[in-house]
């Protein structure tokens, strides 16, 4: 019912910068929580970046400073500018929507019910040194 489709991953060299998008489509009311997290072979899939419904912010470390995550509530879209980059950052990056409601029909009339969280199918950003 819910599905986020990501945009914006490609090939840059090191010190570049990339736009990543996030589009969540379906019977959506409200997403509490968006994010990017990325996952480089071999390793675990690590959170870079969350963004809440009212604007405040999470980031790891290893961006900060260099990535900015925000949102547009309106298009249940979220953006992750990337500055700087690293061939460390490479990885594919993949969008998650958390504390989904979302509206469904019932004989009562419209309804509000709570949804699973939701992945996008990641994107590739891989930076060449």
């Known amino acids: 019912q819910v599905q986020l489709v990501e945009s914006g991953g490609g090939l840059v060299q090191a010190g570049g910068s990339l736009r990543l998008s996030c589009a969540a489509s379906?019977?959506?009311?409200?997403?509490?929580?968006m994010g990017w997290y990325r996952q480089a072979p071999g390793k675990q899939r690590e959170l870079v970046a969350a963004?809440?419904?009212?604007?405040?912010?999470n980031y790891a470390d290893s961006v900060k400073g260099r990535f900015t995550i925000s949102r547009d509530n309106a298009k249940n879209t979220v953006y992750l500018q990337m500055n700087s980059l690293k061939p460390e950052d490479t990885a594919v990056y993949y969008c998650?929507?958390?504390?989904?409601?979302?509206?469904?029909?019932?004989?009562?009339?419209?309804?509000?019910?709570?949804?699973?969280?939701?992945w996008g199918q990641g994107t590739q950003v891989t930076v060449s040194s």
């Open positions: 998650n929507a958390d504390r989904i409601t979302i509206t469904i029909a019932t004989r009562l009339g419209p309804t509000v019910i709570p949804y699973f969280g939701s």
């Open positions: 379906g019977s959506i009311f409200s997403i509490n929580a």
């Open positions: 963004i809440t419904s009212g604007g405040d912010t």
